[in-house]
């Protein structure tokens, strides 16, 4: 959002005024209803009633429900690309020294860089259902992942610069394409978001059910209160969670690069 003009801007659309409020209010309440109960409970008179408008005003903002998805996909995809772009522009900023030959400091380095650029993309419960929601509608209906797609290269391309940035800092190259290495990544994250979402959901459950429970993953903080992009800080300070997800992601980033000559 574009505070100063009134205007919000997503993928060449412009919406201005008061109609924001009443188009982001639409939004996350479509946003709450996918992750709560699924995209296809995502019907006109549910998002109208979540969001506490009439149907009138859901047209007089957006030509249908598909309409709407389409610009809450791209408006995800469009946040994650851009807390990376903003990640590297603070290591540029910051302009991270070069690696010295200890290779202790060279995986250091590494790892805090790589603990920053997963802390952008924020991982989370939410954020894993979005995502498989929209792939999974993607997979039954072609012409839906068709409007996606570009959105997803974009958003594959910036994370493969983010990786790319990270293993030439820690004076690595790369042995294979940078789009399997991606790929991989995505996998991996993405599988771990999922595994965070079930332990919180049976650690949910079993509060709720009055059944003691420590699994050592804190509750995630809703990802549309997420903050700014933070100034850097260090893996040190990852949790339990982040931590596996990092150890793994490392292990691929040495399994597909050498040190630069």
Same mark, same amino acid.
């Given at each position: ?5 009134g205007?919000?801007h997503?993928r060449?659309r ?10 982001d209010?639409l939004?996350a309440?479509?946003r709450?209803?996918?992750i709560?109960?699924g995209?296809?409970a995502?019907?006109?008179e549910? =998002?109208?009633?979540v969001?506490?408008f009439t149907r009138g005003?859901?047209?007089s903002?957006?030509? /249908?429900?598909? /309409? ?5 996909? %791209?408006?995800e995809?469009?946040?994650? =690309?851009?807390r990376?772009? &903003? ?7 910051a302009?991270t020294?070069?690696?010295?030959n200890?290779?202790?400091d060279?995986?250091?380095?590494? &790892?805090?860089?790589l603990? &920053?650029?997963?802390?952008a =993309?924020h991982i ?7 995502h498989?929601?929209?792939l999974m509608? /993607?997979i039954?209906d ?11 290269r &974009?958003?594959?391309d ?6 790319h ?7 690595? %190259?790369?042995t294979v394409?940078?789009?399997?290495l991606?790929? /991989?990544v ?5 599988r ?6 079930w332990r919180e959901? =049976?650690?949910?459950?079993r509060?709720?059910?009055?059944t003691?429970?420590d699994?050592g993953?804190?509750a995630p ?5 997420h903050?700014p992009v933070?100034?850097?800080h260090?893996a ?5 969670a982040?931590r596996?997800i990092?150890?793994?992601v490392?292990v ?8 630069a000559?």
């Open positions: 959002a574009d505070v100063r003009t205007f919000r997503i060449g412009y919406f201005m005024g008061n109609r924001v409020e009443t188009q209010r939004l309440a479509t709450q209803i996918i709560n109960e995209i296809e995502t019907s006109l549910h =998002i109208c009633s969001a506490g005003a859901f047209y903002n957006f030509s /249908s429900k598909d /309409s709407l998805l389409g610009i809450l996909a %791209e408006a995809y469009s946040d994650l =690309i851009q990376l772009r &903003e990640r590297v522009l603070l290591w540029e900023n302009q020294p070069a690696s010295r200890d290779d202790g060279r995986h250091l380095l590494m &790892e805090n860089l603990f &920053e650029a997963l802390d =993309i989370d419960q939410g954020l894993y259902i979005l498989s929601e929209m509608r /993607s039954r072609a012409e839906w992942g068709m409007r996606l797609l570009d959105l997803n &974009e958003f594959a910036q994370l493969g610069s983010v990786l940035t990270i293993l030439t800092a820690a004076g690595r %190259e790369l394409p940078i789009g399997a991606t790929q /991989s995505i996998g991996v994250v993405m771990a978001a999922g595994l965070a979402g959901a =049976i650690r949910a459950y509060s709720e059910h009055s003691p429970t699994s993953y804190p903080a809703p990802r549309e209160n903050p933070p100034a850097a260090t040190s300070q990852a949790s339990p982040t596996s990092l150890e793994v490392l691929l980033l040495y399994a597909c690069s050498r040190e000559e």
